[in-house]
């Protein structure tokens, strides 16, 4: 079955394993990240002497080399080796120095004020924080990419991509994040197992609530869900305010609105979360990601929410016969917006300002977003990329049902800002959400240590703010 959304509108996975170290990301002892160096010597670039054309939009210098970084996690690195292939089939001169890691933040961030690399796939729970490079000026805007030629398809860059990447990739009115994935959320469930037990998968809360004693009674958890993380559970949160109080409620939140975790609709979309927390639906044990996502594989829970990236994370282990689907989160009765669907791009390469070779970057970027390099990202890892048409080819059920939600899905698509904007806000949020699936926070609790963390952003005139608008 072929797998590409349709009518896409506007945080995948690293926009997901991201931020344990949100606050202060970039901050070196005692100085920020740029002035860390004042007063090195810039590094020199290899951007100038190519000839531009519309195979060669940047200029790329024949003989010069880049030096691209990925982030080596539930994604892999063989797509990334794929794109050099294609790469260099049309840059045969150009020589792509390529290192994978998981510790972005550690190994990239000491060169970004001397000689960063020159693409850095910013991502994982060891990333960098977004706002803080715009605001110092540590990565360049890409704007010019977005109007460069597509690799191998007709139009700019931009025509290329689905909706919502640029968005999703700008701040400040400038594009400086190419998000490479297009990742769906919700809760995942094994088909097979639901149709040899007769189970209808539910839609709604109360259909939750009244299949999870049946489910209990088989000796399973009718959840689990990543406990370490804490931009996990706030994923599941913050879509079902959404769902329940409407989009403006999380614009609102964005936009450090006054009293915005107020609004009516959000407590009702918090408590049935407390409630499953309460009566004990949730899988015991402060298990992570791949724990939490291993348990479910063996049949010791039978719902867990998580992002398109879980086959590819978790294929080794799979047990034959087992039969990934993706449903939407529930809604309670008379949600606002029950059908909307929480999907985005994510997996951000950046830039660094005073990267030597930003030109071969740049192409680099093009060949990543190019058809071929995107229909080999979404047979190798099994999840979509944010360039249309990628999944066209795919033949995978797991993807085909994450296809399907986003078909029958409501005119918007799900999104939340705030964590890309303020790194204090982003870590307290984790921390809270945390606390509410532990059973330690009540849904009011959470709301009124939200609203709190919030007003402390908003009146702390140091923090740059930014406006959310659509």
């Known amino acids: 079955m072929p797998v590409t959304p349709e009518n896409l509108g506007d945080l995948s996975r690293r926009t997901l394993l991201r931020r344990a170290a949100a606050?202060?990301?970039?901050a070196t002892p005692a100085m920020g990240l740029l002035s860390a160096c004042a007063g090195s010597e810039p590094s020199k670039s290899n951007d100038s002497g190519g000839t531009k054309s519309k195979d060669n939009p940047f200029g790329v210098k024949d003989g010069s080399a880049v030096k691209v970084v990925i982030f080596n996690g539930g994604?892999?690195?063989?797509?990334a080796k794929e794109d050099k292939v294609i790469f260099n089939a049309k840059h045969p001169n150009i020589t792509v120095n390529m290192s994978s890691t998981q510790k972005i933040k550690t190994e990239e961030q000491p060169k970004m004020a001397t000689q960063p690399s020159d693409l850095v796939m910013n991502s994982g729970a060891d990333m960098m924080d977004r706002s803080t490079l715009i605001n110092e000026g540590a990565i360049e805007p890409l704007d010019d990419l977005l109007a460069a030629p597509a690799w191998d398809g007709e139009g700019t860059v931009a025509d290329t991509l689905l909706p919502?990447?640029?968005?999703d990739g700008?701040?400040?009115?400038?594009?400086?994040?190419?998000?490479?994935a297009f990742t769906v959320w919700g809760n995942w469930y094994n088909a097979a197992l639901f149709q040899k037990e007769g189970w209808q998968p539910p839609t709604t809360w109360d259909e939750f609530f009244a299949l999870a004693p049946k489910i209990k009674a088989k000796g399973m958890a009718p959840y689990v869900h990543d406990a370490v993380h804490g931009y996990y559970p706030r994923w599941a949160l913050m879509a079902s305010i959404w769902k329940t109080a409407g989009k403006q409620v999380i614009v609102d939140i964005d936009n450090l609105k006054d009293n915005a975790w107020k609004a009516d609709g959000i407590l009702k979309a918090l408590e049935p979360w407390e409630k499953l927390v309460k009566d004990k639906l949730l899988l015991p044990g402060k298990l992570d990601h791949t724990q939490s996502q291993q348990a479910w594989l063996d049949g010791k829970a039978a719902f867990i929410q998580v992002g398109t990236w879980l086959k590819n994370e978790m294929a080794a282990t799979i047990p034959p016969g087992f039969e990934m689907?993706?449903?939407d989160y529930?809604?309670?009765a008379d949600d606002k917006a029950p059908k909307d669907v929480f999907a985005a791009s994510g997996e951000g390469f950046v830039v660094p300002s005073k990267a030597p070779n930003k030109a071969a970057a740049k192409e680099f970027l093009r060949a990543i977003l190019s058809k071929e390099g995107s229909a080999k990202f979404a047979e190798l890892t099994k999840s979509l990329a944010s360039t249309k048409g990628s999944g066209d080819n795919v033949q995978d059920s797991a993807l085909a049902s994450a296809n399907n939600l986003m078909k029958n899905g409501g005119s918007e698509l799900i999104s939340v800002k705030f964590q890309d904007f303020y790194a204090d806000l982003d870590k307290e949020s984790q921390n809270l959400s945390e606390e509410l699936m532990a059973g330690r926070l009540t849904a009011q609790q959470f709301v009124d240590k939200m609203q709190a963390a919030a007003d402390k952003v908003a009146k702390d005139s140091s923090i740059k703010k930014q406006t959310r608008t659509a």
Do not use: C, E
């Not at 994604?75 to 797509?79: A, E, K, M, P, T």
């Not at 919502?164 to 968005?167: R, S």
């Not at 700008?170 to 490479?180: D, I, L, R, T």
């Open 330 to 332: 529930w809604s309670n």
């Open 23 to 26: 606050a202060g990301l970039l």
């Open 164 to 167: 919502g990447t640029v968005t």
């Open 325 to 327: 689907t993706l449903s």
């Open 75 to 79: 994604l892999g690195d063989q797509w």
């Open 170 to 180: 700008s701040q400040n009115g400038k594009f400086y994040v190419v998000n490479v």
